[in-house]
T-cell receptor
């Protein structure tokens, strides 16, 4: 059974810092990995999708990497801003094509 | 296209009542997913459709839950005889095969 773990569960940093969020998964037989952002009481917003054959994807200040063999992904956020405060979720697409989610990292950027 | 749409956004119901939620996916997406999320947790898979066929249903989904996707377009999720433990955010997502999944804003259910 696929298990996805995100560490840390919560992170608080001052504005302007670069930071890394971690995601690990137990079964490397995945089709892709997706990072999402969720604001309180809202749905999920897709940030980046990495296909299993890819090593990384970039969008603006965000960079996501994937090491499928070791079951790890990282989301790098450069020059953090208060507007980046949210919960960040990673999810892997596997087998029967369902997304399996981690518990999320709650990020707070302090002005 | 305005993305994935869910209705209603909020629902308060009394224990024992039936409720139905609707999801309109992105029009060209053949896959549609339902997830449930409680406070502080990641979304939990409930069920998914490929076109109109329901291909997998989680063991989390008791017999009180049923989902349909007639003609492979919109989908409905019905909960019969609601219980307080059903209080959660119900999320719908759609995608094409092996591609990026897009989520709606969710339906917040409160059972009192």
């Amino acid at each position: 059974k696929q298990e996805v773990t995100q560490i840390p569960a919560a992170l608080s940093v001052p504005e302007g810092e670069n930071l890394v969020l971690n995601c690990s998964f137990t079964d490397s037989a995945i089709y892709n990995l997706q990072w999402f952002r969720q604001d309180p009481g809202k749905g999920l917003t897709s940030l980046l999708l990495i296909q299993s054959s890819q090593r990384e994807q970039t969008s603006g200040r965000l960079n996501a990497s994937l090491d499928k063999s070791s079951g790890r992904s990282t989301l790098y956020i450069a020059a953090s801003q208060p507007g980046d405060s949210a919960t960040y979720l990673c999810a892997v697409l596997q087998g029967a094509q369902k997304l399996v989610f981690g518990q999320g990292t709650r990020l707070t950027i302090n002005p | 296209d305005t993305g994935v749409s869910q209705d209603p956004r909020h629902k308060i119901t009394k224990r024992g009542q039936n409720v139905t939620f609707r999801c309109d996916p992105i029009s060209e997406h053949n896959r549609l997913y339902w997830y449930r999320q409680t406070l502080g947790q990641g979304p939990e898979f409930l069920t998914y459709f490929q076109n109109e066929a329901q291909l997998e249903k989680s063991r989390l989904l008791s017999d009180r839950f049923s989902a349909e996707r007639p003609k492979g377009s919109f989908s409905t999720l019905e909960i019969q005889r609601t219980e307080q433990g059903d209080s959660a955010m119900y999320l719908c997502a759609s995608s094409r095969d092996y591609t990026e999944a897009f989520f709606g804003q969710g339906t917040r259910l409160t059972v009192v």
